[in-house]
Each structure stands twice: as structure tokens, then as C-alpha cells.
């Protein structure tokens, strides 16, 4: 694979983990049946509230991918690693415990608080597409890190347009100038007279 395919791919990794969590966390995520007959959907707002700011951190780091140099990709890239898994952690937290992920939706349905008394009257909770879309957000992006970290000095360097070009002294007749107004100044710290032969 080319160094600049590999950039490519490292850049869009972490683009598709932000817009796929922000995709999942904006659906909903859990459909909970409460005792009489009601029913309750707990969105990934409820269910995983922590989602937005980790996908939004993901999408920084595409920018900052892009202008860094290797050392700080290698960075970057176990920072990308970490993020995901804390996306993959709040995931695996909803699909493990339905029931904990949708109790702030049931409270504020049924006016009923606390752990236990919440469990006490839901009886069913279904989980959607929606944590397993999250999860699998999360793997990428871990893989995606590593993959960043590994190749981090196998990018092309960037483009350097709008770098200044610095002249050496024998090229820029500008700098003889320059250096002779710095030395006249030097004099007159000095108390010479700079203009003295």
C-alpha cells in the first residue's frame, strides 16, 4: 500500500467512527416495557450520554492527524485508540444492562426512581441495531489507532506551500543591509559614532 493511500486511510478511519457513534447516539436504543401496558424508548442520548463528546474528540484529531509530523501521530494515534474504547465501553455497558441504559427514560415516565425500583417494573427491555452500530464504531477506531500508531512514519511529509523560504545571507542582498543597520545600532550602544570611517 502507498504511504499516501495509508494517510488516506488513517485520515477517513477516524471520520467514520465520529459520524457512525453520532449516528447511533442520535437513535434510539432501547424500546423498555413497563407493568401496565406502557412502553418506554430510551434514545443513545439516555442510554449513552457520553457518546457526542467522544465522536466530536475523534473528529479533532483528523485535523491534527493531518498538519502533525511522525512522533506526534504515534500519539495520536493511542489517543484515537483510547477514545474508541470508551465509545466500545459505553456500547458494551448498554448491551450488557438494557434495563440500566433505559432507566432515566422510565423515571421520567413513570416517576418511579432508584436502581432497584425501576427494575422492579420494567418488564421487558429490547435493544436495537443501534448499541451494536456503537460498538462496532468502537472497534474500528481501535484498530484505526493502532493502524495510525504503527504507520505514523510510513506517511508522505506534508506539503510544506506555505512554509517561508529562508535565503542564506550570499543569496539575499537584503541581509548585507540589514546586518549593516544592526551593526550601526550596536554602534550607537556603544557610544561610536557610526558613521565614523
Do not use: C, H, N
Not at 407493568?35 to 485535523?63: E, K, M, N, Y
Not at 432508584?114 to 452500530?133: D, F, N, Q
Not at 484505526?144 to 550570499?170: C, E, F, I, L, Q
Amino acid at each position: 500500500m502507498t504511504p499516501r493511500r495509508v494517510r488516506a486511510l488513517a485520515l477517513l478511519a477516524p471520520l467514520v467512527v465520529a459520524a457512525l457513534t453520532l449516528l447511533a447516539w442520535t437513535q434510539p436504543w432501547v424500546d423498555a416495557v413497563l407493568d401496565g401496558d406502557r412502553s418506554v424508548t430510551a434514545a443513545g442520548d439516555v442510554a449513552a450520554p457520553a457518546l457526542p463528546a467522544l465522536a466530536l474528540a475523534a473528529l479533532a484529531l483528523v485535523a491534527a492527524l493531518a498538519l502533525s509530523g511522525p512522533v506526534f501521530r504515534v500519539v495520536l494515534g493511542i489517543l484515537l485508540a483510547l477514545l474508541s474504547s470508551a465509545i466500545l465501553t459505553s456500547a458494551a455497558i448498554a448491551l450488557g444492562d438494557p434495563v440500566g441504559a433505559a432507566s432515566a427514560a422510565v423515571t421520567e415516565l413513570s416517576g418511579v426512581d432508584g436502581e432497584e425500583s425501576v427494575r422492579a417494573i420494567v418488564e421487558a427491555a429490547v435493544l436495537t441495531v443501534w448499541p451494536p452500530v456503537a460498538l462496532l464504531a468502537g472497534i474500528v477506531g481501535i484498530l484505526a489507532g493502532v493502524g495510525v500508531a504503527a504507520t505514523a512514519r510510513r506517511w508522505p511529509d506534508r506539503v510544506r506551500k506555505y512554509d517561508a523560504v529562508r535565503a542564506s545571507p550570499a543569496e539575499d542582498p537584503a541581509s548585507e543591509g540589514r546586518a549593516d543597520r544592526l551593526d550601526a545600532w550596536d554602534a550607537l550602544s556603544d557610544g561610536r559614532d557610526p558613521t565614523a570611517g
